[in-house]
């Protein structure tokens, strides 16, 4: 082994290759570790956006959703007739009530509006698997075509021993 001699009078230092080099290890775990974070970052990105567009109904909109909802009981009092409805609600016995229906029907649009305490416009339909029967025609009314603010909501009764849908339409 040679020794050289350095200025100033310092130590020899051997003529070794013993200098420190930056290894493609170390720098491959930083790249991917930088990766990493910027995936993370992008995904959380993502999830929060999703959440904040599913999430996107004005509040309102989903209170008077929610309002039409009470529809789903047998309403108060549970025999209600036109004079002393306080709640409307279309079911008896866990069952679709057509009678209450037709009741319910019958009244004018603010009236429906009142009694369900909703401000949003609404829409009710219902269906059965084949759309053979016809309820409720007169239930709200029709949304307009340029309305992008539409909450559906579908709710199953029992109808004549059959599963059927509720379909309600809230918009503003």
């Known amino acids: 082994m040679q020794l050289t001699t350095q200025p100033h009078d310092l130590p020899p230092v051997p003529a070794t290759r013993s200098t420190p080099r930056i290894s493609f290890r170390t720098t491959h775990a930083q790249v991917f570790t930088i990766d990493l974070i910027i995936g993370l970052v992008i995904m959380t990105l993502a999830i929060i956006g999703l959440t904040l567009y599913t999430t996107s109904k004005p509040a309102p909109l989903r209170a008077d959703a ?11 009092p549970s025999d209600w007739n036109l004079t002393n409805v306080t709640t ?3 079911l008896t ?4 009530n057509t009678s209450k229906v037709s009741l319910f029907e019958s009244l004018t649009y603010v009236e429906q509006q009142r009694l369900l305490a ?10 059965n698997a084949t759309d053979t029967f016809s309820l ?37």
């Open 66 to 76: 929610e309002g039409v909802s009470v529809l789903m009981s047998e309403g108060a």
């Open 118 to 127: 909703i401000r949003s416009d609404f829409r009710i339909r219902f269906r």
């Open 88 to 90: 409307p609600g279309f």
């Open 93 to 96: 016995n866990g069952r679709l």
């Open 136 to 172: 409720c025609s007169t239930c709200g009314t029709e949304p307009p075509q340029d309305t992008s603010d539409i909450l559906p909501i579908r709710r199953y009764v029992f109808y004549n021993g059959t599963l059927a849908t509720m379909d309600v339409l809230v918009w503003r």
